[in-house]
């Protein structure tokens, strides 16, 4: 029997023990390591989903710990299962892990990758934050006008109770609460009940793969960071950040999610210097000859852009693109920028407890404050920042409604971002032609 620890952030690192592990019993998962996401070490994977190998829950410890522990249990096998890595950092990682005596190890596609009696659809990215979700929504939204139903499977964000929370169907707002959402959960899950739409999302995807199935003609997979997809697909989008032309190459899984791409979405290409736009495609011409090539923008819309005309306004942004997504802004600076606002308020002097955390690890930020909700303590403290910011006007970037989740006092813009084709071969049609 082979003594193995899973790294991970707790999304992938669950889906690859219940596609992997599970049948796989010589594979003993000792413990996982928990990193990127606050709060989530100090759980553990329950046994009723870790199946009949195992008669207790399994361990989840904090990074910082992994030598530790590969010594203590005599591991073998260390799997890195988590996404938007520098390829620097995978090898540091695996020279910790090769260093303490054990083997490292990447799953891929063929192994974790489940197959689908639906047609399947997945939109990735080469980095967190290019633009995947807009881009899902549009396809959600064009593909139910014409009459298919498009149900849409959210990579993994299960932050709370992880036996609770194996199968999640968001449909309506008292869905958030009944999950017991965190801020960064609603950011990917409300944009689509918004506007009408059905996504899931949770831990045991092969239960929520039955279970989009039943109600679906088409399933859209919508990646989280940048990893690639949970189920087999039958087209892979990969959307790419002409903000970060040279990331396609740079970052862990992203590489391999452009090299593996049907259709190369280059995106932003409005925003982005000419030359920018010229290495992405001299990239795809290297690595991806072969996909079909669209250039893209986001749109960014404010609903009351009036409100900030010379105005001292706080822009709050995305937590995920922000942090580890490295984006110095979001579309809360643009519109702020766009509509005139006087003043850009720099959050940091004002930050409180773990926001202020958030600033010292990320120093990149200067005018924006991630919303960051992953806990309730957190959340008051990020409302505790709002306050104390002296902002008279407060854009809310963030695709989750702040205003109406933390009681925010000032007055709130909402902005948001729409994806819209600039060229290349129409993409709505190109998934009718998959389902003819």
């Given amino acids: 029997m082979f003594k193995c620890i899973i790294m991970g952030a707790a999304g992938r690192d669950f889906h690859d023990f219940r596609s992997f592990f599970l049948e796989r019993p010589s594979f003993r998962v000792v413990a996982f390591t928990a990193t990127q996401i606050p709060f989530i070490a100090g759980r553990a994977f329950p046994r009723e989903l870790a199946g009949p190998h ?33 390829h620097r950092e995978v090898m540091h990682k695996a020279s910790l892990v090769q260093a303490s005596g054990a083997s490292f190890v990447l799953l891929g596609p063929g192994q974790t990758c489940l197959p689908s009696r639906r047609p399947v659809v997945a939109v990735t990215a080469t980095r967190t934050g290019a633009g995947k979700s807009p881009l899902t929504q549009y396809l959600a939204r064009t593909l139910e006008a014409g009459g298919v139903r498009a149900i849409t499977v959210r990579h993994p964000m299960p932050y709370g109770d992880l036996g609770a929370q194996a199968v999640q169907r968001f449909a309506s707002y008292e869905d958030f609460e009944r999950h017991r959402c965190t801020i960064e959960e609603r950011e990917e899950y409300e944009p689509y009940v918004r506007q009408g739409l059905v996504i899931y999302a949770g831990v045991d995807y092969r239960a929520i793969l039955a279970a989009a199935e039943e109600e ?16 087999r697909a039958d087209l892979s989008i990969v959307v790419s950040d002409a903000l970060r032309a040279g990331h396609g190459l740079d970052y862990y899984p992203g590489e391999t999610n452009f090299r593996a791409a049907d259709v190369l979405v280059v995106n932003k290409v409005a925003q982005a210097t ?31 852009p009036e409100a900030l005309a010379g105005r001292c306004v706080l822009v709050i942004e995305d937590g995920p693109t922000v942090t580890h997504g490295g984006m110095a802004y979001g579309a809360g600076f643009v519109a702020a920028r766009q509509h ?37 303590q957190q959340r008051e403290e990020l409302l505790a920042t709002i306050a104390a910011s002296g902002a ?9 409604d702040l205003a109406r989740l933390l009681g925010v006092e000032l007055p709130v813009v909402r902005v948001s971002y729409r994806w819209v084709q600039r060229s290349g071969p129409e993409l709505a049609e190109r998934i009718r032609q998959l389902l003819a």
Avoid at 58 to 75: K, T, Y
Avoid at 346 to 368: K, Q, Y
Wanted: hydrophobic residues 50%; glycine residues 6%.
């Fill in 54 to 86: 195992y008669d207790a829950d399994i361990p989840i410890h904090d990074e910082s710990e992994l030598a530790q522990l590969i010594a203590e249990h005599g591991v073998d096998f260390v799997f890195l299962a988590y996404s938007d890595l520098p």
């Fill in 274 to 304: 000419p030359d920018a736009v010229q290495a992405m495609l001299q990239l795809k011409e290297r690595l991806n000859p072969g996909a079909v090539l669209i250039e893209s923008d986001l749109l960014v819309e404010a609903d009351r």
């Fill in 340 to 376: 005139g606002a006087a003043t850009l308020v720099d959050p940091r002097p004002h930050a409180v407890g773990s926001i202020a955390a958030t600033f010292a690890a990320n120093p990149h930020l200067e005018r924006v404050l991630p919303a960051m909700g992953y806990s309730a």
């Fill in 392 to 400: 008279e006007v407060v854009v809310d970037a963030s695709p989750a």
């Fill in 216 to 231: 679906a003609d088409i399933i859209l997979w919508d990646g989280g960071n940048n990893d690639f997809p949970f189920f």
